[in-house]
């Protein structure tokens, strides 16, 4: 028997939808069947690069056409996908979860950790071709290149003076400006760049009592204090181990979390904290 139809739908129209979908249904399932192969199917007609799904493809082409419709209400910064407006505003945030455990220095990205890593490694993989100068990262090298060509395409409007890069010219605006965000918290002298303060805060040294080590910066020396003090407010919850810094517990929490994000691209074996990789690349070399 047929069934009685329903006096709210409109069959005339309601086929031609029911195909559509269908049709739409069989597109999804077929990208599907790529990703599981890792074919890649779909091909930029611009630059040639290759995609799985059509979304990627889709994504992709907004790269050639200019258009960056995510754009940051503090700054007015925009950006061709949402993912990475989202990670822009880590930095208005302030927050940096990502931190280095050989040097403290904290990071908006885990990308940006990594790349910092190199640093302490020492490895130095991109050379100058013209004078032998090596660099940790590649945007070092192609920087580094702009001096060698001679070109200067960043002018100040104000005394003419040319620059190799955007942020030296940015840097350099300053001057004009008479703003001077850096102060000596010792003496109160201030200047244009973060630079000139670390070097005129070598001037001034601030002692250990206990021990006689000296440091640069009154911060590090009331840190190096707690480890004469004995006092270790940081406690973990799991296991009661106590730290004087704060630094030093989220570090020996990750033994508790399971998690081990630093990987050996030589054997795949994983770590907890970096400083255990590079001792362990040690042992590979």
Do not use: W
């Amino acid at each position: 028997t047929l069934e009685p139809r329903s006096p709210h739908v409109n069959h005339k129209f309601n086929y031609p939808i029911r195909k559509q979908m269908a049709r739409s249904q069989r597109s999804q399932e077929a990208d599907k069947r790529h990703r599981r192969k890792g074919e890649k199917t779909y091909s930029c007609d611009e630059c040639g690069k290759d995609f799985t799904r059509a979304e990627g493809l889709k994504r992709h082409k907004f790269i050639h056409s200019g258009v960056k419709p995510y754009s940051c209400d503090l700054c007015g910064k925009s950006f061709v996908e949402a993912g990475d407006l989202k990670t822009h505003q880590l930095i208005h945030s302030g927050v940096k979860p990502y931190s280095c455990d050989l040097c403290g220095k904290s990071f908006t990205q885990a990308g940006h950790l990594k790349t910092h890593q190199v640093i302490h490694s020492g490895v130095k993989a991109y050379s100058c071709d013209l004078c032998g100068k090596s660099f940790t990262q590649a945007g070092g090298l192609k920087t580094h290149q702009l001096i060698h060509s001679g070109v200067k395409a960043y002018n100040c409007d104000l005394c003419g003076k040319s620059f190799t890069q955007a942020q030296s010219l940015k840097t350099h605006q300053l001057v004009h400006s008479g703003f001077k965000p850096y102060s000596c918290e010792l003496c109160g002298k201030s200047f244009t760049r973060a630079g000139h303060l670390k070097m005129h805060q070598l001037i001034h040294t601030y002692s250990c009592d206990l021990c006689g080590k000296s440091f640069t910066e009154a911060g590090s020396l009331k840190k190096h204090q707690l480890i004469h003090s004995g006092v270790k407010p940081y406690s973990c919850d799991l296991c009661g181990k106590s730290f004087n810094r704060a630094q030093n517990l989220k570090r020996h929490q990750l033994i508790h979390s399971g998690v081990k994000p630093y990987s050996c691209d030589l054997c795949g074996k994983s770590f907890s904290l970096s400083h255990l990789l590079m001792s362990h690349l040690d042992l590979m070399r």
